[in-house]
Each structure stands twice: as C-alpha cells, then as structure tokens.
C-alpha cells in the first residue's frame, strides 16, 4: 500500500502562514487530496487533484506539489483553523491516508 | 443539500454481527459509488471499501474482506455494511462517504461501533 508521511503536529500564530506537508512511498501523480477535520467532526473536502480547491472554501487554503511530495498551505491562519489535516492519494489501490498533521493556535 | 446520515452503530461482542445504514439526501444517489471509510480512536483513517452506482461491483480492503460486505437500495438511498465476525479492531468511527471521481466529496457525521466483550 502507497504510505503517506505527515508531520504530527504544528502549532502557529494566527495571522502566520503555515505549510502541512505529505510525502507519499512512491508516485501519485497529482491524484492527491487534503481533508480537515475539526474536533468532534467529519472530515471535510478542502483541496482535490493536489491544487483545486473546494467549492466554498476559503482562498486562503492552496494545495501544491506532484509525485511524492506535497504541500497544503494556510494563509493566512486565522482560530478557526484548528483541526487536524489529512492527506489521501488515489492513484494506487487502496487509497490511503496520511496519519493527520494536528494543527494548533498559539 | 447533500446529506449523509448513519445509523446502526451500537456495542456488539467479539464474533458478532451488525448491519450499518446510510440515508443519502440532496442528490441522485444512483449516480454515484459510495464508499466506507472508518476512524479507530487517536488514529487515521482507513478505506475499507466501496460500491459502484448499481450495485454489481464491490471492492474490499484486505483487512475486512470476506467479513464485512457492502449493498445499496438505491430505491431507497441508502448504503448498507454488514459486518460479521467483528474483532475487537473493528472498533471505530464508520464514516458513508460519496466518491466524485478520485475523492472523498461528502462525509457522514459517522457513527460509532466498540466491539468488546
């Protein structure tokens, strides 16, 4: 199975800018996409095929990078951003996710 | 608006079994392949299979395979799990999630199954 690496946790300030990488076993493509779920909730769709982002989500999140490595990023963070952030790949059966990068306000 | 809503998830016995449900609303729900994906405590997340638009085609992760099995209605909108034998890794969050293409685009609110004795 394609094994996806993230960070485990990040703590920023809000108004910063912040990068949450992913880092995939072996290529995907572009077929790379990021979830945030706040406590207590489902996850949510934020960014799909690397970098398009979901409809109704907010232009300060952006998405980048293909094959094995790649980027979500906030920017600028605001309270609400709290939550953790997952990756998932669907190029290679079965699609996986990455372990989630917690994100915290300081 | 799209909603997806779960139901079934209760505390079943080692070996058991339980049938999850999903309610689909706000779209048509035969045109699109569902998916399972579930949440064990303080970890990530992990597919554990889906169904095509009528139903004919399913696919498992190795992990629950020939144990858990996936259905639809779509007279009904509604996605099916049912799961056997359960083991004590079973226990989770189980999430219905609708598939545009290569994603994940809606979630249910997920429902909650323990498997202990």
């Known amino acids: 199975d394609t094994v996806l690496t993230q960070s485990p946790a990040l703590a920023v300030s809000p108004g910063e800018r912040v990068t949450i990488s992913c880092r995939a076993s072996?290529?995907?493509?572009?077929?790379m996409h990021w979830y945030q779920q706040k406590p207590g909730q489902q996850p949510t769709l934020l960014i799909y095929?690397?970098?398009n982002l979901e409809s109704g989500v907010p232009a300060r999140f952006s998405g980048s990078g293909s094959g094995t490595d790649f980027t979500l990023t906030i920017d600028p963070v605001e309270a609400d951003d709290t939550a953790t952030y997952y990756c998932?790949?669907?190029?290679?059966?079965?699609?996986?996710f990455g372990g989630g990068t917690k994100l915290e306000l300081k | 608006e799209v909603q997806l809503v779960e139901s079934g998830g209760s505390l079943v016995q080692p070996g058991g079994s339980l049938k999850l449900s999903c309610v689909a609303s706000g779209f048509t729900f035969s045109n699109y392949w569902m998916d399972w994906v579930r949440q064990t405590p303080g970890k990530s997340l992990e597919w554990i299979g889906e169904i095509n638009t009528d139903g004919s085609k399913t696919n498992y992760a190795p992990s629950i395979k020939d144990r858990f099995t996936i259905s639809r209605d779509n007279a009904k909108s509604t996605l099916y799990l049912q799961m056997s034998n359960v083991k004590s890794d079973d226990t989770a969050i189980y999430y219905c999630?609708?598939?545009?293409?290569?994603?994940?685009?809606?979630w249910g609110q997920g429902v909650m199954v323990t498997v202990s004795s």
């Open positions: 072996e290529s995907v493509s572009t077929l």
């Open positions: 095929l690397a970098s």
């Open positions: 998932q790949q669907s190029w290679n059966d079965p699609w996986t």
């Open positions: 999630t609708r598939i545009e293409t290569y994603y994940f685009d809606y």
